[in-house]
């Protein structure tokens, strides 16, 4: 991921960021992105095609309007 797209995902999250912190970033998410396509190709394999995701994540609103 460029620097320059870095900041324009800051920028529509609306996350005004320094240079300084624009540029930590930048390795930290493209480790991240690797890491996380590499476990995506791996999930995608055959042998690991009926594994499911156990967590759930709920957002409390989204509970609250479930139980009415």
Excluded: C, G
Excluded at 2 to 26: F, H, Q, V, Y
Excluded at 35 to 55: F, G, V, W
Aim: overall charge negative.
């Amino acid at each position: 991921m460029k620097l320059s797209e870095i900041k324009i995902l800051s920028d529509l999250a609306n996350l005004p960021l320094s240079e300084e912190r624009l540029k930590s970033l930048e390795p930290v998410l493209n480790s991240w992105i690797k890491d996380a396509n590499n476990l995506s190709l791996k999930m995608s394999q055959e042998e690991y095609l009926m594994i499911t995701p156990i967590n759930v994540f709920n957002h409390p609103q989204a509970i609250l309007k479930t139980d009415k």
